[in-house]
């Protein structure tokens, strides 16, 4: 492990991807030791695997999904710069009341996590979650503990509460309505020590 | 004297009578002259003057990008169950919905943790060095220190000027004496007839050698509760930092090893060493014929005046902050075991062998490029396997009051989880635990539903 600088100039472009998620230097070089560390090839790209290895993430039961999230589009690699970009969206939202409103939408705002959830149901990205696809998850989250029926029922349930237009399907903006009271910031945050 | 050879050896007598006088012989005889705790005496203030500049430095520029050492991990985790968790998400829902009952939101919890631990995982954290809290003058150890004072720099040049000019050839110059003088030794009893003298000769030349080697490490070793040391016929148990564990156990008590015999350099010391006490090297192809060892194992044991075996359970080298799961073979041998806790001081060195990333010969190298060793060994009193308990459940009694002991975490987690992956049975525990939260206790498929499993809370 070298100093800061020495990691910092190893990673091309690191000034845009800094301005892009908004990590500062310290929290990117600590990610890229992270990433050299699940590298275990030393590829300089993660594959599925190597996300794989690591324990808890197996045992996590949309750990598959989770992985998936980080090589959409059918990607077999993924470089340090996607790396960051993704986990940019669960770095807490800063106050945005001064933003300017031409700026594109940051990437770890409220809208921004809420797409990024939605987009865990959302598995043939047609920008609704239907019934299919919310069976699928609840049926990764609970599997062999409770009956088909009952995934069924619970399915039904829930786009019953979310569903406003009835057509079956629960679109990003339901979704969202939905969820209009959580806090979102809080719980799809990961606050990075300093 | 204007003859550069002889100029030369007599530096070199002088070098060689200084080492054997000051060094060797109080280290065969066991005592101190007690160099080495001024030394590192000296060593703890110079340390804790660079902290206290290196603080000083980051205050007074505090523009500087340097991240702090996160001896714990990189984030900030939620200290909730995932009940607690389940319940703030849903929080929101209004009164008319029950409680329970899947909401969209559930998956976050999952999607955070899955996150944190793609950021940062306590398992992967065991595999690689413990960070500092604060800079010890060792490059290796320097991950976000810029340049803050010239002083700093000039000691840290200092350092190094010591640590490789001076220190490094006497360290390996007495490492090289002590091996060989193990192996000449061990060969010169062998020819002894088996008698008492020779098992007294043996125990001295061994002791002798691993004394000096110690020495040769700038080894600094505290003993405590000497009266539990552990007794012939016993297995001595410890957790596993570094191939050195056993020059640091052996410096006060003798003890059989048990391992792969080897090819090179290590098979000659170890059949020297067979030649002169028992000891247990398997041969490769016997290691995986897990009744063929502990057959052997048990052998040895049984016969009272054999040495101690040592065994380190955990299977691999774990960085020193935490113990891993014991392997249960080592329990299922019978007769008393001797836990040991050893806990080496990170400030003078860095002693956890990450095989992945050093080989053996550049490991001892680091080894001998530090400033020094400082170990604190804690003998625990003797454990016996208990009525109606097996052996895995010996293995982690044993093991937490090793943790205990040592100040180490007690984490269930595996030590071939370095390699290998973990069990479905993990994954299942977390869905149990999840459709609880759905779905209610009594509206589960599995009827029989054990309370005490379900206690059994993912190892952290």
């Known amino acids: 492990m070298g100093s800061t600088n020495s990691t910092l100039s190893k990673i091309p472009n690191v000034e845009e991807l800094m301005r892009e998620t908004g990590f500062s230097p310290a929290h990117i070089v600590r990610l890229y030791d992270r990433f050299e560390s699940l590298d275990k090839e030393k590829t300089g790209h993660l594959r599925p695997e190597d996300f794989g290895a690591i324990n808890r993430l197996a045992t996590n039961p949309i750990g598959d999904r989770i992985i998936g999230a980080f090589f959409s589009a059918g990607q077999e690699t993924l470089d340090f710069h996607s790396f960051v970009k993704i986990l940019a969206h669960f770095r807490p939202a800063e106050n945005h009341r001064l933003r300017d409103p031409s700026l594109p939408e940051p990437v770890n705002s409220r809208t921004s996590k809420l797409k990024f959830a939605f987009q865990l149901y959302d598995l043939d990205k047609d920008g609704k979650i239907s019934r299919a696809e919310l069976l699928q998850v609840l049926r990764s989250m609970m599997e062999t503990q409770v009956t088909e029926e009952q995934l069924e029922s619970i399915a039904d349930r829930t786009i019953q509460e979310a569903d406003l237009d009835r057509d079956d399907a629960i679109s990003f903006e339901e979704f969202r309505k939905s969820l209009d009271r959580v806090n979102i910031d809080h719980k799809m945050s990961i606050r990075f020590l300093r | ?460």
Not at chain 2, 178 to 201: D, E, M, Q
């Open chain 2, 1 to 460: 004297m204007e003859d550069p050879w002889s100029l030369a050896v007599v530096l070199l007598q002088v070098w060689l009578s200084v080492m054997i006088g000051l060094i060797m012989l109080p280290a065969m005889f066991g005592f101190s002259l007690g160099v080495t705790s001024v030394y590192i005496q000296i060593l703890v203030k110079i340390l804790e003057w660079a902290t206290l500049r290196i603080q000083r430095g980051h205050r007074e520029r505090p523009s500087l990008p340097v991240p702090a050492p996160l001896p714990n991990g990189l984030i900030q985790r939620e200290g909730g169950s995932m009940e607690q968790e389940m319940g703030e998400l849903r929080r929101y829902r209004s009164q008319s919905i029950s409680r329970g009952e899947f909401a969209l939101s559930d998956s976050f919890y999952f999607y955070r943790k899955g996150l944190e631990s793609i950021v940062d995982d306590q398992v992967t954290q065991r595999f690689s060095s413990e960070e500092l809290v604060s800079w010890n003058l060792l490059t290796r150890t320097n991950h976000n220190f810029h340049y803050i004072s010239l002083r700093l720099t000039v000691t840290w040049g200092l350092g190094v000027v010591v640590r490789y000019c001076f220190l490094f050839p006497l360290r390996i110059t007495l490492a090289i004496i002590g091996l060989s003088w193990l192996v000449i030794g061990t060969t010169l009893v062998g020819f002894l007839p088996k008698n008492r003298v020779k098992t007294w000769l043996s125990e001295l030349v061994h002791l002798m050698c691993y004394r000096i080697c110690a020495r040769g490490l700038s080894a600094t070793i505290q003993y405590h509760n000497k009266e539990n040391k552990p007794q012939k016929g016993g297995i001595c148990v410890a957790n596993h930092t570094s191939p050195i564990d056993i020059v640091i156990l052996a410096n006060d008590g003798c003890y059989a090893m048990v391992g792969q015999s080897h090819g090179g350099l290590m098979g000659v010391i170890q059949r020297s060493m067979v030649r002169s006490c028992p000891h247990v090297w398997f041969e490769r192809s016997e290691m995986r014929d897990r009744n063929a060892v502990t057959s052997r194992l048990r052998a040895h044991v049984a016969a009272k005046i054999n040495l101690p075996i040592l065994i380190f359970p955990e299977g691999t080298c774990i960085n020193n902050t935490s113990v891993m799961m014991f392997k249960k073979g080592s329990f299922e041998i019978g007769g008393t075991i001797h836990p040991v806790a050893i806990k080496y001081d990170p400030r003078f060195g860095d002693a956890f062998w990450n095989s992945a990333k050093y080989n053996m010969v550049s490991y001892l190298l680091r080894m001998m490029t530090s400033w020094a060793i400082v170990v604190n060994v804690w003998y625990l009193p003797p454990m016996t396997r208990q009525e109606g308990e097996d052996a895995a459940q010996f293995a982690n009694r044993v093991k937490s009051a090793i943790a205990h002991q040592g100040g180490l975490l007690d984490m269930a987690w595996d030590g071939s989880l370095k390699r290998d992956k973990v069990k479905e049975e993990f994954k299942e525990q977390q869905q149990k635990l999840y459709s609880i939260t759905v779905v209610g206790r009594k509206r589960r498929k599995s009827s029989t539903y054990h309370a005490d499993s379900l206690k059994t809370v993912i190892p952290e």
